[in-house]
């Protein structure tokens, strides 16, 4: 099975964190944490940083690894490498999502998150909770 590694932005701003909804693609309308695939010689952290300014707009700081997820998709190998950031300049432009949601800790499961990207709420859940 092809593994697809790509790097994941957890960022939070006053204790909630962004969630996109994809407007594309095989798994459309399912909420995600915004990144993407790393480039060749690309590390998570550059990877996460390039994909955040393409897809939103801003630059982002302070990334702390937050876990390596791994999730078998019905016809690819995730390997998803999450770090938490802040947004360090710019105004979201998103360009890439059906949708964005700031959520708090209370409201987390609000939204139809994707198999691989549940396992980091859970991994998340103890940073946010009040």
């Not at 078998?72 to 999450?82: A, G, P, V």
């Not at 209370?106 to 103890?126: E, F, G, Q």
Request: hydrophobic share 40%; charged share 25%; glycine share 8%.
């Amino acid at each position: 099975m092809k593994t697809v590694h790509v790097a994941a932005a957890i960022i939070l701003n006053d204790g909630k964190v962004l969630a996109a909804q994809r407007g594309y693609g095989e798994f459309k309308d399912g909420w995600e944490f915004p990144g993407g695939k790393l480039e060749p010689g690309e590390s998570g952290t550059e990877a996460c940083t390039r994909e955040i300014r393409e897809e939103l707009g801003v630059r982002v700081d302070n990334l702390a690894h937050l876990c390596t997820v791994e999730h078998d998709y019905e016809t690819f190998h995730l390997l998803m490498d999450c770090f938490t950031c802040e947004i360090a300049g710019g105004a979201i432009n998103d360009s890439e999502h059906e949708n964005l949601r700031w959520l708090d800790y209370a409201h987390l499961w609000d939204v139809d998150w994707l198999p691989a990207d549940v396992k980091v709420v859970n991994a998340l859940s103890p940073l946010l909770h009040p």
